[in-house]
Nanobody
Framework: VQLQASGGGLVQAGGSLRLSCAAS????????MGWFRQAPGKEREFVAV????????VYADSVKGRFTISRDNAENMVYLLMNSLKPEDTAVYYC?????????????????WGQGTLVTVSS
């Protein structure tokens, strides 16, 4: 299983980025997909998760209203659209997968992790 995240980069505060994650999962639509992030010197934290059908999403309070998670089951892709970015959003963002129905926010619940993509937001 491989999760390949991309789309990170340097952006000014208030700007936008879209992260993508390509998943090599044989039955992609059986997996809950999500994003976590880890800022320098901080613990890894939950960002967003989406159900296998795409009909249900859960967001961290810190990104609610600014970030949107989506998925394309035909292409085995999951996305994170990040708007109104803030310097505190600076982190390495990880794509994650879990073969289950429930949308959990604990990092230990996710079996598969991508390599991460760095997002840097300048003030």
């Amino acid at each position: 299983v491989q999760l390949q995240a991309s789309g990170g980069g340097l952006v000014q505060a208030g700007g936008s980025l879209r992260l993508s994650c390509a998943a090599s999962l044989r039955t992609f639509n059986n997996y809950v997909m999500g994003w976590f992030r880890q800022a320098p010197g901080k613990e890894r934290e939950f960002v967003a998760v989406i159900s296998w059908s795409g009909s249900t999403t859960v967001y961290a309070d810190s990104v609610k209203g600014r970030f949107t998670i989506s998925r394309d089951n035909a292409e085995n892709m999951v996305y994170l659209l990040m708007n109104s970015l803030k310097p505190e959003d600076t982190a390495v963002y990880y794509c994650v997968a879990r073969r289950a129905d429930s949308l959990l926010t604990g990092a230990s619940r996710y079996n598969y992790w991508g390599q991460g993509t760095l997002v840097t937001v300048s003030s």
